[in-house]
């Protein structure tokens, strides 16, 4: 098929949430706390409407259920990825997310969720939080309930353009003042470990200290592990960032132009800077599609920066 499928975002507010996602990608969204953009999203919390063409109108679940073949005929119950852009202006809670065999066990059959952060923008001397310092099960259930959390966390410093893989198990957390696009697993299971004792209309959130306490890996993954790629600017094709079971993720940097065959099931394409065309179609920051299966050769043309992902493959 030779036609994009263009995508309606969704937003949510949350505690940490800025305005950035209005102020720099220019999304007609109100208020403040404007924490995430659903880009790329068939979840039941979150359901990306086709903008325009053939399919206007229908969600992406609806186009997953009743038109396969745009995604080669891939097999499942929903549209494997989930792809976000977030916007902390204040630390995120420390959390931790289950692998599928836990999640099915435990969350009525959900999707576990391994996810992987591109850096969009930060302050000079950022960090996340990457991993603990915990040797034991029990040191960290120890570290856990005495509340010792400067000496447990463990924090990485990143730049704009740095790429993170965050398997399951790894204690994370965005800090304030990054901004980020997630490509994740369909799925919204996410086990706090740790909020701040920030308050809600008067309410701590609540923790899931136990369920934490199954799935965090321990030890943690090291450090020097955790930055897995700091993704390069130049060059005249895609750069594989990761690929793995659930995932492959490519950035696109094109700097006049660049050539690419759709030989996959399906791409999932987000804009992050500038502005171009592809095969002839405008696009600019912000902008998120489907690059459906069999499109065939993609000609993009401008100065622009690209995300594009699919499920692992060959």
């Not at 997953?64 to 852009?85: M, Q, Y």
């Not at 899931?208 to 600017?233: F, G, M, N, Q």
């Amino acid at each position: 098929m030779r036609e994009l499928i263009r995508l309606n975002p969704v937003f949510t507010h949350n505690i940490w949430g800025g305005t950035r996602l209005r102020e720099v990608f220019g999304y007609d969204v109100r208020g403040s706390g404007i924490g995430e953009c659903w880009g790329v999203a068939a979840h039941e919390k979150g359901d990306c409407t086709v903008a325009s063409g053939r399919f206007g109108g229908l969600s992406l679940s609806q186009l997953w259920n009743g038109h396969r073949e745009l995604f080669g005929g891939l097999c499942g119950s929903r549209f494997p990825l989930l792809i976000k852009i977030i916007d902390a202006k204040s630390r995120l809670s420390i959390q931790v997310h289950p692998d599928d065999a836990y999640a099915a066990a435990h969350e009525n059959g959900a999707s576990g969720k391994t996810e992987c952060w591109y850096i969009l923008d930060c302050p000079k001397d950022a960090r996340l939080v990457i991993g603990h310092r915990a040797q034991t099960a029990e040191e960290l259930s120890d570290m856990i309930s005495g509340g010792r959390w400067d000496e447990l966390i463990r924090e990485v410093p990143v730049k704009k353009g740095d790429f993170l893989q965050i398997e399951p198990g790894t204690v994370h957390a965005i800090m304030g003042g990054v901004l980020i696009l997630e490509t994740q697993q369909n799925s919204d299971v996410t086990y706090r470990v740790y909020d701040y004792d920030r308050t809600v209309n008067g309410q701590k959130r609540p923790l899931h200290i136990a369920k934490c306490l199954d799935v965090i890996t321990v030890p943690a993954a090291p450090a020097e592990e955790s930055v897995i790629c700091a993704a390069p600017k130049d060059g005249d094709g895609p750069v594989t960032l990761i690929a793995c079971s659930h995932y492959r993720v490519f950035l696109l940097p094109v700097h006049g132009y660049m050539c690419w065959e759709q030989t996959y099931p399906f791409l999932a394409v987000s804009v992050t800077e500038g502005s171009g065309t592809l095969n002839g179609e405008p696009l600019k920051k912000g902008d998120h599609l489907i690059v459906p299966f069999g499109y065939g050769r993609m000609e993009f043309a401008g100065e622009m920066e690209l995300i594009a992902s699919t499920v692992n493959g060959d």
